[in-house]
């Protein structure tokens, strides 16, 4: 029993420690905006949605995640860079959707675009609500697509500063021991 719950806690920090390394920052040093952006390929079709999902339940040192949202040309040319953005070869989606108009899903101010020539157009097929950076244009160029576009595999994560913290792992790991001991205790009462 001790040694499987300690594998478990090692198995915890370990990958904790793993996907922390990876965000890359957009530091105010350089005039950006202080948060950090996660490329991640899914391997295979997502929808925007699940890829929304899947954004919003990661975290990154106690911020919570969302699809990132490019609100400025200094941000889109940092966010389309080879530095966060490393596999060419992946369409990504972005954190913006269209309902009548074009809003972030942070409700941040839509007031920048870098649509490619002749988007938004929803990709030959009605229902092209959904924004992304397709890699056969121009890199760093926007384009529309309806969410179950079969070339999207992958998202660009961005963790926010304003984002409202989550606990850290060792949090986490203090709570989950605290529990096991409780029910320790409650163990050797029933005996």
Known sequence: MKKSILMFLFALLFFSSAVDATPIEWSTESGGNGNYYQFVDHGEYL????AKALAENMTFQG???HLA?????IEN?????SSV???TSVSVWLGAEYHGEWTWVTGEEWNYTNWNAGSPNNLSSPGGDYLLYFERHSRGKWGDAYTSYFEMTGFIVEYGIASAPVPEPGTMILFGMG???????LRKKRH
């Open 179 to 185: 529990c096991l001991g409780f029910a320790r205790v």
């Open 77 to 81: 040319t940092f966010v389309s860079s």
């Open 85 to 87: 953005w490393s596999d």
């Open 69 to 73: 949202t490019v609100t400025s040309n």
């Open 47 to 50: 929808s925007w949605q699940t």
């Open 63 to 65: 911020f919570s995640g």
